[in-house]
């Protein structure tokens, strides 16, 4: 009588979630999800005037698929994390640092652009970071908070190509911010004085190309192995910032790997 | 679409990398990289150039001259040691995995004024302990209370009893002699337990860029009084030239309490909260980096005068009498307690 009952209730679900397709295109929404490793180079004048470098883990999710009423824009959503570990060039003190950072946006899809199989997108992005990097030596400044919120433009190529019986897929996208605006203390002040005495001076700062010129390039091959799809890559992350007098960059080079999800999705 | 490529593209080729200006690690590379930490970052040298005459372009051609490429790392930091000893800051060192250079003639070339034995023969063996402090109630029933680091916290809640237990005394001492600094909430802590107002204890600044007076707007700092038990008669402050840092903040602060009397030598200064920074052959340095002042906006990096200037004298000592605390019981078993005030 029980299982009866839940087998109506499965059925019922079923077809809720069904009639409404039938009457219409599926789309597709496709999930990229990606783990790298590659080398790190920092740099924060705060901390420290040396750059250091070391190893960085990274995870990357990335959504994309096209808008129900306009099949021509793309809606992507990119998320990243990232975590590093890097030495002093004496190699006698180290940095931890870590970044979460999501953003989401549209773009104009031109399909099938120049030869078949090939599309561009071109669009613009908002999103925002929070990280930071902390420094095992110092005294009163060990480590420094990251948060920022930027707009990018972003322009992406996918080409889908055949080798003999192998579908194939190339991805290639470029993020560039525009403008946002990002936290960071005075050149000298203290972590203490902004937080436990409040000492607010100009921590928010309006940045843009001549003060964080930073770009994200990431680079895919999707190889469909029986139904899964293998995505490999080359993932190129430069972030900058030079506010308040201090420099920081964050230069990473990662290999990535990962799979490719396809979900249909239903509408009326 | 061409035309948006296009501009992207040449955006992307102006791309401009922001990094620092880098130093060869060699004895010239590690010098130049010392030297130019202080000149952007070190936040006293225009005020030490008015007060001790210092030059820091001067102090570079002069120690330049001792820099060769054949020094070794022992010559290397003798020569870098001396030159930050220009700075004449008990807060500026530098690290190496041999030694720890430092600038102490602040308080070694000035009497100490209080020795361990004699401050342990007030102490007896059944003072109380209460996470940093230690305190007991004298024969004259004077609180004696020694805070000789505030690297050592202590708690609110250590406060509350230490207050609590000392309440019948007809006054306070608080010796924080050799006390060199620690943590300043600490600090601060203390002096909460010694006003019923809120007060104006000084001001502090920070650097806002690499110029010698690029300085923030001086903000002015405030001493809260403490939500628990406070001090309701007289206090005298022990000071001496070991009082550095967070000690000296503490000095500044409870300085401006009404029923507080500070007593003994200038306390030894220190008044620049130090930040760390390296050299490209690893030798961690340390510097002065946000200044802080008194109520009057003086500097206080070379110390703050005492009420009642006071000095351990030898014939005591040799008795077995601490000059400074019998003078500190003197004046509280005398006036205990304000003009004006009831007892």
Same mark, same amino acid.
């Given at each position: 009588m029980k299982t009866a009952y839940i087998y109506r209730i499965i059925l019922f679900c079923i077809t809720l979630a069904t009639v409404p397709s039938l009457q219409g295109r599926d789309r597709e929404s496709l999930h990229t999800t990606l783990f790298g490793i590659g080398r790190v180079n920092h740099l924060d004048t705060y901390l420290s005037p040396l750059e250091y470098k070391g190893p960085q883990l990274t995870y990357l999710y990335e959504t994309r698929r096209t808008l129900r009423r306009n099949p021509h824009i793309l809606f992507m959503t990119l998320s990243q994390g990232d975590f590093s570990y890097a030495d002093s060039p004496a190699e006698n003190a180290h940095d931890i640092g870590g970044n979460i950072r999501y953003d989401a946006g549209w773009g104009r899809q031109w399909t099938n652009v120049l030869?078949? +199989?090939?599309?561009?997108?071109?669009?613009?992005?908002?999103?925002?970071?929070?990280?930071?990097?902390?420094?095992?030596?110092? #005294? &009163?400044n060990p480590a420094q908070a990251r948060a920022n919120f930027t707009t990018s433009v972003f322009v992406r190529a996918d080409y889908r190509f055949r080798i003999k019986r192998q579908h194939l897929a190339l991805h290639y996208q470029v993020h560039l911010p525009l403008l946002?605006?990002?936290?960071?203390?005075?050149? +000298?002040?203290s972590y203490y004085d902004l937080f436990d005495r409040g000492h607010y001076d100009h921590?928010?700062?309006?940045?843009?190309? #001549? &003060?964080a010129l930073s770009l994200r390039q990431l680079f895919t091959i999707d190889i469909p192995i029986r139904h899964a799809t293998l995505s490999l890559g080359y993932l190129s992350d430069l972030r900058q910032l030079h506010v308040n007098d201090i420099k920081q960059h964050q230069y990473s080079r990662s290999f990535v790997i990962g799979y490719v999800r396809e979900i249909k999705l239903m509408r009326k | 679409m061409k035309r948006f490529l296009y501009i992207l593209f040449t955006l992307c080729t102006l791309v401009s990398c922001v990094n620092e200006d880098t130093f060869d690690n060699t004895p010239e590379g590690n010098?130049?990289?010392?030297?130019q930490i202080i000149d952007e970052h070190y936040c006293f040298l225009d005020y030490k150039a008015k007060a001790i005459g210092l030059d820091w372009n001067e102090v570079h051609t002069r120690y330049r001259q001792r820099i060769n490429p054949n020094m070794n790392n022992a010559q290397l930091q003798e020569v870098l040691c001396d030159m930050l000893s220009e700075l004449r800051d008990g807060h500026v060192n530098l690290y190496t995995s041999a030694d720890v250079s430092r600038y102490w003639s602040w308080f070694e070339d000035y009497p100490r004024?209080?020795?361990q034995d004699l401050r342990d023969r007030y102490l007896g063996t059944d003072y109380k302990i209460a996470a940093g402090?230690?305190?007991?109630?004298?024969?004259?029933?004077?609180?004696?209370?020694?805070?000789?680091?505030f690297s050592s916290g202590v708690g609110e809640g250590n406060l509350d009893d230490v207050m609590y237990y000392l309440r019948s005394c007809n006054g306070l001492i608080i010796d924080v002699r050799g006390n060199s600094g620690g943590?300043?909430?600490?600090?601060e802590r203390l002096a909460q337990r010694l006003t019923n107002e809120r007060l104006l204890v000084g001001y502090t600044q920070y650097k806002t860029g690499r110029g010698h007076n690029d300085f923030s707007t001086p903000k002015a700092e405030y001493l809260e009084p403490s939500e628990g038990v406070r001090w309701q008669k007289r206090v005298v402050v022990l000071q001496n030239r070991e009082c550095y840092s967070a000690c000296n903040l503490f000095i500044r602060n409870a300085h401006a309490c009404e029923r507080v009397t500070t007593l003994g030598d200038h306390s030894g200064g220190g008044s620049g909260m130090p930040f760390s920074s390296e050299l490209p052959n690893g030798w961690a340095v340390r510097f002065s980096a946000s200044p802080s002042f008194d109520k009057d906006m003086q500097h206080i990096e070379f110390g703050i005068a005492p009420d009642i200037p006071c000095s351990l004298s030898e014939e005591d000592a040799a008795k077995g009498i601490d000059t400074l605390i019998e003078k500190a019981r003197?004046?509280?078993n005398l006036t205990p307690t304000l003009p004006g005030e009831g007892d």
């Open positions: 030869l078949s +199989g090939l599309d561009l997108t071109a669009g613009g992005m908002i999103g925002g970071t929070l990280g930071f990097l902390y420094n095992d030596r110092n #005294g &009163n946002g605006a990002a936290f960071m203390p005075q050149y +000298g002040q921590n928010i700062r309006a940045t843009h190309f #001549g &003060n | 010098f130049e990289a010392l030297w004024n209080w020795t402090i230690k305190y007991r109630i004298m024969e004259d029933n004077i609180g004696l209370i020694v805070y000789e680091s943590t300043i909430t600490y600090a003197e004046i509280l």
